[in-house]
Nanobody, 127 residues
Framework: QVQLVESGGGSVQAGGSLRLSCQASGYTYGTAYYMGWVRQAPGKEREGVAA???????SYADSVKGRFTISRDNAKNTLYLQMNSLKPEDTAIYYC????????????????????WGQGTQVTVSS
């Protein structure tokens, strides 16, 4: 059973940086999971932020391109999200998510295609 545990959330002023981490466990050996970050702001639907496949190819939402960087360490089963130049509109609960490629492309950031989810970590950006 896949388990995802996020860490690194917190409060920061606009223009600041935060780094989120996600420790994964329970992966089936030989399965090329893709991983990503999804956020949900109060009163809004979940939004795919960034994703990365097992080979390291990445995809970003337009709202975070040039500011956020997703990366993964397959040896450690760990996913990261470096967030720079943070804005108040980045305030949300950030979820780590994982999925198995198939159907729609993972790079499309469809939140419904992720099959596994962490519990979420709060990111608050003040102006």
């Amino acid at each position: 059973q896949v388990q995802l545990v996020e860490s690194g959330g917190g409060s920061v002023q606009a223009g600041g940086s935060l780094r989120l981490s996600c420790q994964a466990s329970g992966y089936t050996y030989g399965t090329a999971y893709y991983m990503g970050w999804v956020r949900q702001a109060p009163g809004k639907e979940r939004e795919g932020v960034a994703a990365i496949d097992n080979a390291g190819s990445t995809s970003y939402a337009d709202s975070v391109k040039g500011r956020f960087t997703i990366s993964r360490d397959n040896a450690k089963n760990t996913l990261y999200l470096q967030m720079n130049s943070l804005k108040p509109e980045d305030t949300a609960i950030y979820y780590c998510a994982a999925g198995v490629p198939g159907g729609r492309g993972w790079w499309l950031l469809h939140t419904a295609d992720f099959g596994y989810w962490g519990q979420g970590t709060q990111v608050t950006v003040s102006s």
